[in-house]
């Protein structure tokens, strides 16, 4: 999308894109798509597209965050951003991301929630041979809906959810800072002045898991 701008800190490069509404941009294509092979570690700041995203790698992992939760994505495990959802993200150097922008008035119905989806080696593809731009355009239409057919939810989803309570965000804090910091759930118990029960039972209502489990995902 326009309006792009860029700065780097360190020896990460940072990104500004635009906040659009659902439906600012008309696109020529229903599908149109990009790619980038990184450099050096990118970070992406808060925006949202105008367009359906569907973003993959085709090498690398990198990961996207919406609100409180965070997925990661890989060459087989996609992430569905429906248009206009804030969202930021962060690619390590050497990894080569793949996007598809999705026009909002396809008639096929389409998630209305973000969703980690199955990129199959078809569907990887298909979504290749969009990239013609001079693809005839019954064959667009063809290969287009080929794709809306094969959109499924991945059952391989790599989602973290940040807690958000003020007992637990020195731990996230401290891990987003130091993904190493090896401290256990009882050390934290009492750099907290808790119990490890108090500790293991919020992670559980927030997260869905234990601590341990939690810290492994996160890092």
Do not use: C, K
């Amino acid at each position: 999308m326009t309006g792009t701008s860029s700065a780097r800190r360190g020896e990460v490069e940072t990104r500004a894109l635009p906040i659009y509404a659902a439906g600012d941009a008309v696109m020529p294509f229903a599908i149109t798509g990009m790619d980038e092979l990184v450099a050096r570690d990118i970070e992406w700041e808060p925006h949202s597209h105008p367009t359906h995203e569907l973003l993959w790698n085709r090498s690398g992992a990198s990961t996207v965050t919406i609100g409180a939760r965070t997925w990661s994505i890989t060459p087989s495990v996609g992430l569905w951003i429906p248009a206009g959802v804030l969202h930021s993200a962060a690619t390590p150097a050497g990894t080569w991301y793949r996007t598809a922008h999705v026009d909002v008035r396809t008639d096929s119905p389409l998630p209305t929630e973000p969703v980690a989806v199955e990129v199959t080696p078809l569907l990887t593809l298909l979504l290749e041979r969009l990239v013609d731009q001079t693809l005839e355009a019954r064959s667009r239409e063809l290969t287009e809906q080929m794709v809306f057919d094969l959109l499924e939810p991945s059952p391989h989803a790599l989602l973290v959810q940040r807690p958000g309570s003020e007992l637990l965000r020195p731990i996230v804090t401290a891990l987003e800072s130091h993904p190493g910091d090896d401290r256990s759930l009882t050390e934290w118990a009492a750099r907290l002045g808790v119990s490890e029960r108090t500790v293991t039972r919020a992670f559980r209502a927030e997260t869905g898991l234990s601590f341990g489990a939690w810290q492994a995902a996160f890092r």
